[in-house]
Structure formats: C-alpha cells, structure tokens
DNA sequence: CTGGCAATCGCCCGATCGGGCGATAGTCGT
DNA sequence: ACGACTATCGCCCGATCGGGCGATTGCCAG
C-alpha cells in the first residue's frame, strides 16, 4: 500500500486531442495537479478510471459511441464516490439537469478561464459542487419548467421530420386525435404557439437534436 | 529589413483559451512551428495580424461579437495574401461555403488529430488548400442545392418564432400573398414539405441559428 | 381509496397552411 | 436588348392546424 500522494490526480476524457491537450496544459500549471491519464471516449475512461482511480475526473458531455452522461452513469453506478466534473461546449438546460441528477459534481462550459478551471477542480475535489453562476441561471430558467413525457418527446421528434399530424398518428400507431392532445400539451408545457416555435425551444432546451439521424 | 526565419509562423485565434492551449501545444511539437500570437476574438485577431504577419493563421468560426467568417472577410480584404485555417466544431454546409468563398485556404474540424492538422498548416503554408474528404463530402451534398436569397432568409428567420404568414407578413411590411409566395420557394429550395422541415433542414445546412437572439 | 398524472380517444370550428396558377416590375450580367 | 433572377402581389381551394370542451382507462403515491 503506497502513501497518497499530496497532489490532485486527473483523468481527461473528450474525444477531440485538442481540448485534452488544452486542458492538460492550463491544469498542469498548478504545481500540485497531476493529469494521470486521457481518455479518448466512454469505455476508455471507465477502463482508464479503473486503473488510475483519479481524484478528479473531467468528462466531456458529447461524444460518439457513449455519450458523456451515460459514460457518467455507468462510473457512478461502479465508483459512487468518483467525483466528476463535466465539460461541454453548450449550455443546453436539459443536458445540464440530466448531468447534475446522474451524479456529476460539477458543470463547466469549454468557455472557462484557467482560474475557473482550477478553482472548480479545487471545489470538487474538496468535497464541494461547483456550477457557475452562468450554469446556475440556465438550470434555474428550466426549474420551474413542466418536464415532457416520455410520449411526449415521441410526438415531438416527429415534428421536424415535416410529418402532418395524420402522418404522426400512423407512425406513432394512435389517433389523430391522441396525436393532436399530445400536441396541445406539449404546446402548452413549452409555452409556444406552434409546432414551429416548438422545435426552436425544445432544441434550445436540449430536449430535441436536430443533428441526430 | 531582418531575413526571414527557416520556421512557419502561426497566430491563433479563438474564443476558448482552451482550444488555444491545445492548439498551441500540438503545433510546438513540430520544431519549425512557431505560435507567435494568440487572440480570442475578431478585432484582436486583426490587430495581431497585422503587427506579426503571421504565415498561418488559424481561425475559429464561431466567435462572440464578430463571427470567424466575419473576421476572415476583413482580414483578406486588408492581406490578400493572407493564408488562414477555419476551425471548427461544426460541419455545417453554408458555413463551409461560405468560408471558402471568402478566401479560407483550409477548413477543419475540430476534431482532427494532430498529424491532420500538422498536415493541414504545411499544405496550406506552402500554397495549397487542405479540404479534408470528411469536409468535402459535406460541401459537395450542398453544392447542387439552389440557395435562399436575402429575402427568403429574412421570412426563413421568423418560422422559429412561431409567427403566422399573417404575422410574418406585418413583421415584413409585405402581403400575406408575397409571404406565402417566399415560403413555397423556400420549401422548394429546401426541397422540404412544411415550415418545420424547412426549419431542420436549415439548422442543418447552417443556413438558420437558432440560438441566436 | 382518492387524487393526480399519463395516454388514449372523441367532436366542433375558425384560422391557417401549402400549392397550383398567373402576373408585374426591378436588377444584373452578357 | 435579352434572359435569369428576385421581390412583389393576386385568386382559389382542399387539407391541416390549433384550441376549447369533455371522456375513459390505468397506474402510482399519499
């Protein structure tokens, strides 16, 4: 059994070498961090986390295969005590709740300075959350906001595939009018006129990906 | 008059202090590199040009206050000769073309490899563009495609809103029959049924933000 | 077991949508 | 001067949309 050693121990997962070199470059500014391992996707960093079990880990949200937040589950089923802070370029307030429920301690835009980066790695590894003011308020808009259904989303995924509602209701193999119902509440939980300002919010939301198939 | 170094000069310019570092680091690895300035916006990337004249400049796309398409217009109006790299996360169709027509010698994604973009800064150092295959597949699926006029972006803009041709109409100051009349050449264009396709397709290309404003 | 929520279906109705068809006027490049 | 493109407007019409209203079933928590 070896001594802990006095530093920080970090593992780096993001698929792009880019971001992992920057980060390990701006933490390894600080004399007591140390980046122990990189991770270039989801298996890799639990295989990595098994073996190095860093004291902070930096998970990136999006990535191909597993996407960061499932990579983010699978750790914290494994290693409940891993502390985890998730770096992504949006601020997407669906993305951001699902990551802080799956047990993440804290939440970063790729847009940080190195101060806040360090401070945040500092506060996570102390035993404290960190999500930045700038986090907090997009959380916070979304908090009061009535989540959609499972069904519902269903419903919603349809929509900018340019499918009528008719369209929906043999896809989805109900009514039309159970296809219109869900409609009308979805229209009403995101608080929109249409299926057109419905689409804007819930991508704006990170409810909907356009990007996806 | 100082002779010119052996080496290959490079400024660097994005938003994230992050990208910077990873940039930075990966391209000093090459001994005849040399990363003379760093900038993270538009005007500052301008005013470093034009104090160091850099080789290679590479230039993020998406940037606050003055975009890297906006920043790349001025910087070739001022230095023709001027041979800079887009970067970026996106692989959108229009934002492509339309770094290319404003003089972008390369464009890359941000998830290259460190040899790619090695590879990427010689090429075009030397004199030749570097569209790499992953992002000419992406140009060559737009470059049938007919494209919106100003107009039709205009009306294209207010579907997200969730605004009525009625209401698009008064937003425009024009008839609710020369609204309908954008939209069916929009749809056309697109090659989409409904203003909910148009909207997706248009994310997709780059034709359309929604996270702005 | 009662109350809330989700999913399902129904009817009615006015407003809106998308498309087919045609038309004029201006600009721009050749 | 001619075609190509754009912006503008018009009419007609069936399909679709969104909303107001109510209803049944099932499930889960209090």
New binding site residues.
Partial sequence: MQTEPPGISLLLVDDHALVRMGLAVLLEMEPDFKVVGEAGDGAQALELFARLNPDVTLLDVRMPHMDGIETLKQLIQKWPEARVVMLTTSDLEDEIDRAIRAGACGYLLKKVTREELVKAVRQVHSGEACIPDEVAKQLAANRNA???????RE?LAMLPRG???????KA??????????????I??KLDV????E?INVAVQRGILHLNEQ
């Fill in positions: 009535p989540r959609l259904s499972e069904r519902e419903v499918l009528t509602n008719p369209d929906i209701a989805l193999g109900i009514s039309l009018n159970t296809t219109k119902t869900h409609l009308r509440t229209f009403s006129v249409d299926r057109s419905a």
